[in-house]
Nanobody, 119 residues
Framework: QVQLVESGGGLVQAGGSLRLSCAAS????????MAWYQQAPGKQRELVAN???????NVADSVKGRFTISKDNDKNTIYLQMNSLKPEDTAVYYC?????????????WGQGTQVTVSS
């Protein structure tokens, strides 16, 4: 099993910054992608950014230039640096991990961390 624990959410004023962390533990061997998703009230969960085992990253157009994803392999942790936050960034942010062992692909989610941006 894989456990994902997010931290770093909170309340911040528009224009401010937050850094989210997601620590992975357990059977993470075979991980291929880790990602951040956001889910605003009444909306579907959407991809914000991801990073692959090869080190490539991808950031959604809606946050490009403001959000950065990074990974610390030694700590099995990914980060989401969020700058110039806007009220529309308010959401629960979830960490996600995809693991492949042979032909089996498994997906895991963290419990989420709330980010609230006040205007």
């Amino acid at each position: 099993q894989v456990q994902l624990v997010e931290s770093g959410g909170g309340l911040v004023q528009a224009g401010g910054s937050l850094r989210l962390s997601c620590a992975a533990s357990g059977s993470i061997f075979g991980f291929i992608v880790m990602a951040w998703y956001q889910q605003a009230p009444g909306k579907q969960r959407e991809l914000v950014a991801n990073t692959t085992i090869g080190g490539s990253t991808n950031v959604a157009d809606s946050v490009k230039g403001r959000f950065t994803i990074s990974k610390d392999n030694d700590k099995n942790t990914i980060y989401l640096q969020m700058n110039s936050l806007k009220p529309e960034d308010t959401a629960v942010y979830y960490c996600h991990l995809t693991r492949r062992l042979g032909q089996q692909i498994s997906n895991y989610w963290g419990q989420g961390t709330q980010v609230t941006v006040s205007s």
